[in-house]
């Protein structure tokens, strides 16, 4: 079965430059959440999308944007890094229909980014 | 507001024994989603379980069995004849009408030979 990917899976980036990880959701899921996970901790909830628009916002710097794109794709872009940023970045989709008994709510495998 | 807690920070255990994993949550909604997650050492977040507020009904899969208690808001996960390919982090979430998941601190279970 499809899951969802992202990508790169591994990122090296320097404090100040740009990052862009790109997720793509499993076929028919529309809608899309970016969550962000530092070292020993829960993952945090960062921002979601549903058919393309954004819907839910949590603690997403305002150093950081995100969008959906027509094929439902998204990409999370990181301006101004900073060492802090450093995280493991994961990407989940989910399935329409909330309450069905197939809801999905599915993770990527995660792009793990290292600001030096 | 949502909250979910996994009091055991760290577990350990030697192979083939039972172990229980935590959660307690709150929640104001009447309708929700419980999930249990494992994070291997690799780092991916492997879905194990999802449980919605109407199905109290306990599940048992292989080695695996939850048990969801509304009375006392916890979806405790426990872990039969551990192996230590079950070393890895678990984390409880809880997920309703805002959609994106809550997660609990996370749980790091050790199984040593």
């Known amino acids: 079965a499809a899951g969802v990917i992202q990508s790169p899976r591994h990122l090296i980036k320097e404090k100040r430059e740009t990052a862009t990880l790109k997720c793509y959701p499993i076929?028919?899921?529309?809608?899309v959440y970016w969550y962000q996970q530092g070292p020993g901790q829960d993952p945090q909830f960062l921002i979601s999308?549903?058919?393309?628009?954004?819907?839910d916002k949590g603690s997403i710097p305002d150093r950081f944007s995100a969008q959906q794109f027509s094929d439902y794709h998204s990409e999370l872009n990181m301006s101004s890094l900073e060492l802090g940023d450093s995280a493991l970045y994961f990407c989940a989709s989910s399935s329409p229909d909330r309450w069905a008994p197939n809801y999905g709510y599915t993770f990527g495998s995660g792009t793990r980014l290292t600001v030096v | 507001a949502q909250k979910v807690t996994q009091a055991q920070t760290e577990i350990s255990v030697v192979e083939k024994e039972d172990v229980t994993l935590d959660c307690v949550y709150e929640?104001?909604?009447?309708?929700?989603?419980l999930f249990w997650y494992k994070q291997p050492p690799s780092g991916e977040l492997v879905f194990l379980i999802r449980?919605?507020?109407?199905?109290?009904q306990n599940e048992i899969s292989g080695r695996y069995s939850w048990n969801f208690q509304k009375s006392t808001s916890s979806f405790n996960f426990t872990i039969t004849a551990s192996q230590v390919v079950d070393s890895a982090v678990y984390f409880c979430?809880?997920?309703?009408?805002?959609?994106?998941?809550?997660f609990g601190g996370g749980t790091r279970l050790m199984v040593k030979p």
């Open positions: 979430a809880l997920n309703n009408a805002g959609n994106m998941l809550t």
């Open positions: 999308f549903y058919e393309k628009m954004q819907s």
């Open positions: 449980r919605n507020s109407f199905d109290e």
């Open positions: 929640t104001r909604d009447t309708t929700y989603y």
């Open positions: 076929p028919r899921h529309d809608t």
